[in-house]
Antibody, heavy 118, light 112 residues
Framework: QVQLQESGPGLVKPSDTLSLTCAVS?????????WGWIRQPPGKGLEWIGY???????YYNPSLKSRVTMSVDTSKNQFSLKLSSVTAVDTAVYYC???????????WGQGTLVTVSS | QSVLTQPPSVSGAPGQRVTLSCTGS?????????VHWYQQLPGTAPKLLIY???NRPSGVPARFSGSKSGTSASLAITGLQAEDEADYYC????????????FGTGTKVTVL
């Protein structure tokens, strides 16, 4: 059973960098899948942030591209997200997810709330 | 940044059939990109409900069905049950800019 688990600080100060890690279990991250991040502001809809392949290929949402960095660590079977220069609008539940065979996300982490506040 | 439009809410009595719409454009659904649907129960992560327009992952009840036509897609719930009360999101791919995944605005389904 594929399982994903997000971890990282729940509180980040404005202008700082948000950093999250997604640990994958039950499945090797080095298999042929893309691994992504999706966020959801409180009470609002879902927004795709980007995704990464185990080899390091990356695609980002154009609206966030200038502030986003993703990386993968196959030895630890995990991947990471960094979002720089955060403001209050970046407050959201951040989910990591596996992209399935085509353009959908079939396994999701439980999500972690990140609040941007001083 | 939602470019897929969904009605904010839909309601129905137990046993009834409800239909949720997802309206896109020529840069996403209308370009023959598939539509996928997710169910989000309160306080939980989204769960894949329908993929590639009309396919159900293993374990998803047959009362959920999906379809796509032109620049729109629909999710039908036949025989509505209390446990179906949740938020539902459609998702596709948009070829504008350098290409990105897009989600719908979401529909809250209420079981009366």
């Amino acid at each position: 059973q594929v399982q994903l688990q997000e971890s990282g600080p729940g509180l980040v100060k404005p202008s700082d960098t948000l950093s999250l890690t997604c640990a994958v279990s039950g499945y090797s991250i080095s298999r042929s899948n893309w691994w992504g991040w999706i966020r959801q502001p409180p009470g609002k809809g879902l927004e795709w942030i980007g995704y990464i392949y185990y080899s390091g290929s990356i695609y980002y949402n154009p609206s966030l591209k200038s502030r986003v960095t993703m990386s993968v660590d196959t030895s630890k079977n995990q991947f990471s997200l960094k979002l720089s220069s955060v403001t209050a609008v970046d407050t959201a539940v951040y989910y990591c997810a596996r992209r399935g065979e085509r353009n959908y996300f079939d396994y999701w982490g439980q999500g972690t709330l990140v609040t941007v506040s001083s | 940044q939602s470019v897929l439009t969904q009605p904010p809410s839909v309601s129905g009595a137990p046993g009834q059939r409800v239909t949720l719409s997802c309206t896109g454009s020529s840069s996403n659904i209308g370009t023959n990109y598939d539509v996928h649907w997710y169910q989000q129960l309160p306080g939980t992560a989204p769960k894949l409900l329908i993929y590639d327009n009309s396919n159900r992952p293993s374990g998803v009840p047959a009362r959920f069905s999906g379809s796509k036509s032109g620049t729109s897609a629909s999710l039908a719930i036949t025989g509505l049950q209390a446990e179906d009360e949740a938020d539902y999101y459609c998702q596709s791919y948009d070829r504008s800019l350098s290409g990105y995944y897009v989600f719908g605005t979401g529909t809250k389904v209420t079981v009366l």
